[in-house]
């Protein structure tokens, strides 16, 4: 479908897949956990779970029994991305049956962190914990001495939980200020006062990767992270302890971890420290969307649109082009890359330019139209950087490709179309007048009757036509039909702030 309506039903996150059961209380972020709601008829101790005949599985061995059974089925592995199937997605894929620890390596916006959260999906939906553990110890092998401690004076009584896949997707963003004890843990003082030694493993507050176990855990950004706190994931990642203040704690965690980075010979913030790399199973390499059909399935996927407006498909592929143009462009700086949300961040702003002119004429349904494109340039400044030489010449940088754009997605749809009446038009001297003020309804009036319009409207915008074109729809053809004449130079224009005049 061409066109992006919004809906008024709540949204998933951006960057979370749309899946999962109904009764799935949602993506986890940061790691936080919440009580998830029991499933019936599932064992509630550790002597019902074994009469039931679970069998308890790594999240490393779960993760690759989950994802051959769904690649043998032929089921979607990782529903919401777009563009990796032939490059990113087979080398995930090897790791994760490898059992490694993966990190994703690649320039901002192209989708790592979704990638990452989609995995998340190849867990069981529902796997049993000891309840009340901070750590979400299996029943059959607690791993914390609290765990231990329980499960030999319990026994079958020891008392289980079940999480859903979502509670066992923990996350962080990188930042500098980020401490060991943040991700790996410390002494609780709380703990200490109520008469406990420092010495008893007890004491310890948790942090967000022992959380995680038997779970996954994403860093973003993991060069951010100080070079002191990326040695302190050595042991985790290799030895599967943890030290604290001191002393080790001999903690066998089952989890597996995976990381985000941009390129080190882009970010100057940091980099990934040598021993920390050699502990990552694998690295994969990611990439911007291979092909046009691409970038529009994920523009259509991200874009959350104002209610009730419509932007046309040809409109779509204008700003999907668009974006890539900038990509392929000599005068940004193409190591710090050209984000997907600047894409979608573009379809955004011309749908609200639609929303405004609406509101302004009165229009019942507002269309997006070629006009709506001239305010395009100017907010999307800040996710692009230019090359050395190119201050001041920003906004026109945009602009010109924002119309190369145009002229290409032109040629596409209405390339071969018979536009003649529409130039007989302005033979005899006539103009027409359009721009962000103009509405549909005085926009046709003033273009007057265009013999084969609805041969033009199915040329260029045949996704969206779903019976009789609304006027919105037709204008929107007609002004696309315009200025491609413009582009193409078989027309003149006379340009203004808010729109311009096509003449002869």
């Given at each position: 479908?061409?066109?992006?309506?919004?809906?008024?039903?709540?949204?998933?996150?951006?960057?979370?897949?749309?899946?999962?059961?109904?009764?799935?209380?949602?993506?986890?972020?940061?790691?936080?956990?919440?009580?998830?709601?029991?499933?019936?008829?599932?064992?509630?101790?550790?002597?019902?779970?074994?009469?039931?005949?679970?069998?308890?599985?790594?999240?490393?061995?779960?993760?690759?029994?989950?994802?051959?059974?769904?690649?043998?089925?032929?089921?979607?592995?990782?529903?919401?991305?777009?563009?990796?199937?032939?490059?990113?997605?087979?080398?995930?894929?090897?790791?994760?049956?490898?059992?490694?620890?993966?990190?994703?390596?690649?320039?901002?916006?192209?989708?790592?962190?979704?990638?990452?959260?989609?995995?998340?999906?190849?867990?069981?939906?529902?796997?049993?914990?000891?309840?009340?553990?901070?750590?979400?110890?299996h029943p059959y092998a607690p791993t914390c001495p609290s765990c231990a401690r329980r499960s030999t004076t319990e026994g079958d009584d020891l008392p289980v939980r079940w999480r859903h896949r979502d509670e066992r997707y923990g996350e962080k963003l990188a930042t500098p200020d980020t401490g060991t004890a943040e991700l790996v843990g410390d002494v609780d003082p709380a703990r200490l006062a109520e008469g406990r030694s420092l010495g008893d493993p007890?004491?310890?507050?948790?942090?967000?990767?022992?959380?995680?176990?038997?779970?996954?855990?994403?860093?973003?950004?993991?060069?951010?992270?100080?070079?002191?706190?990326?040695?302190?994931?050595?042991?985790?990642?290799?030895?599967?302890?943890?030290?604290?203040?001191?002393?080790?704690?001999?903690?066998?965690?089952?989890?597996?971890?995976?990381?985000?980075?941009?390129?080190?010979?882009?970010?100057?913030?940091?980099?990934?420290?040598?021993?920390?790399?050699?502990?990552?199973?694998?690295?994969?390499?990611?990439?911007?969307?291979?092909?046009?059909?691409?970038?529009?399935?994920?523009?259509?996927?991200?874009?959350?649109?104002?209610e009730g407006t419509v932007v046309p498909s040809h409109l779509l592929e204008t700003v999907a082009r668009f974006a890539r143009l900038v990509r392929g462009s000599n005068r940004v700086d193409q190591r710090s890359g050209v984000s997907v949300r600047l894409t979608v961040a573009a379809a955004e702003t011309v749908a609200a330019s639609a929303l405004r002119r609406a509101a302004l004429t009165g229009e019942e349904v507002p269309v997006a139209r070629v006009?709506?494109?001239?305010?395009?340039?100017?907010?999307?400044?800040?996710?692009?950087?230019?090359?050395?030489?190119?201050?001041?010449?920003?906004?026109?940088?945009?602009?010109?490709?924002?119309?190369?754009?145009?002229?290409?997605?032109?040629?596409?749809?209405?390339?071969?179309?018979?536009?003649?009446?529409?130039?007989?038009?302005?033979?005899?001297?006539?103009?027409?007048?359009?721009?962000?003020?103009?509405?549909?309804?005085?926009?046709?009036?003033?273009?007057?009757?265009?013999?084969?319009?609805?041969?033009?409207?199915?040329?260029?915008?045949?996704?969206?036509?779903?019976?009789?074109?609304?006027?919105?729809?037709?204008?929107?053809?007609?002004?696309?039909?315009?200025?491609?004449?413009?582009?193409?130079?078989?027309?003149?224009?006379?340009?203004?702030?808010?729109?311009?005049?096509?003449?002869?």
């Amino acid at each position: 479908m061409g066109t992006l309506r919004s809906h008024s039903s709540i949204r998933t996150p951006r960057g979370f897949p749309a899946s999962g059961p109904s009764n799935s209380p949602g993506p986890t972020l940061l790691a936080v956990t919440y009580a998830s709601p029991q499933p019936g008829g599932y064992a509630h101790t550790l002597g019902a779970l074994r009469e039931s005949g679970h069998v308890h599985r790594s999240t490393a061995a779960e993760l690759r029994e989950n994802l051959l059974a769904r690649m043998g089925a032929g089921l979607p592995r990782f529903p919401g991305v777009h563009g990796f199937d032939h490059t990113v997605l087979p080398q995930l894929e090897r790791a994760l049956i490898a059992g490694h620890d993966v990190v994703l390596l690649g320039e901002r916006g192209q989708g790592k962190t979704r990638l990452i959260r989609t995995v998340a999906g190849l867990l069981d939906e529902w796997s049993p914990t000891v309840t009340d553990c901070p750590i979400g110890c299996h029943p059959y092998a607690p791993t914390c001495p609290s765990c231990a401690r329980r499960s030999t004076t319990e026994g079958d009584d020891l008392p289980v939980r079940w999480r859903h896949r979502d509670e066992r997707y923990g996350e962080k963003l990188a930042t500098p200020d980020t401490g060991t004890a943040e991700l790996v843990g410390d002494v609780d003082p709380a703990r200490l006062a109520e008469g406990r030694s420092l010495g008893d493993p007890e004491t310890i507050h948790y942090g967000l990767l022992p959380r995680a176990n038997r779970g996954i855990f994403c860093v973003n950004e993991l060069p951010d992270l100080p070079a002191r706190v990326q040695v302190a994931l050595f042991n985790v990642l290799e030895e599967r302890d943890l030290q604290v203040r001191g002393y080790s704690l001999r903690l066998p965690l089952d989890l597996v971890l995976v990381a985000s980075a941009n390129p080190e010979d882009y970010t100057s913030r940091g980099r990934i420290v040598t021993p920390l790399k050699d502990r990552f199973g694998a690295q994969v390499r990611t990439h911007y969307p291979p092909d046009l059909d691409h970038e529009l399935a994920l523009l259509r996927q991200e874009a959350e649109l104002p209610e009730g407006t419509v932007v046309p498909s040809h409109l779509l592929e204008t700003v999907a082009r668009f974006a890539r143009l900038v990509r392929g462009s000599n005068r940004v700086d193409q190591r710090s890359g050209v984000s997907v949300r600047l894409t979608v961040a573009a379809a955004e702003t011309v749908a609200a330019s639609a929303l405004r002119r609406a509101a302004l004429t009165g229009e019942e349904v507002p269309v997006a139209r070629v006009c709506d494109l001239v305010g395009v340039a100017e907010p999307l400044l800040g996710k692009v950087e230019f090359e050395t030489g190119m201050e001041g010449r920003e906004s026109s940088i945009l602009e010109t490709l924002l119309r190369r754009a145009v002229a290409e997605t032109f040629r596409a749809r209405l390339g071969e179309a018979d536009l003649e009446p529409l130039g007989d038009r302005f033979a005899g001297g006539g103009t027409v007048e359009s721009g962000d003020l103009v509405g549909a309804a005085e926009l046709l009036r003033r273009v007057g009757t265009v013999p084969g319009l609805a041969g033009l409207i199915a040329r260029a915008a045949p996704e969206d036509v779903d019976g009789p074109p609304t006027p919105g729809l037709a204008a929107a053809v007609v002004e696309f039909a315009l200025e491609g004449l413009y582009l193409e130079r078989r027309l003149s224009k006379d340009t203004a702030p808010d729109g311009g005049v096509y003449r002869f």
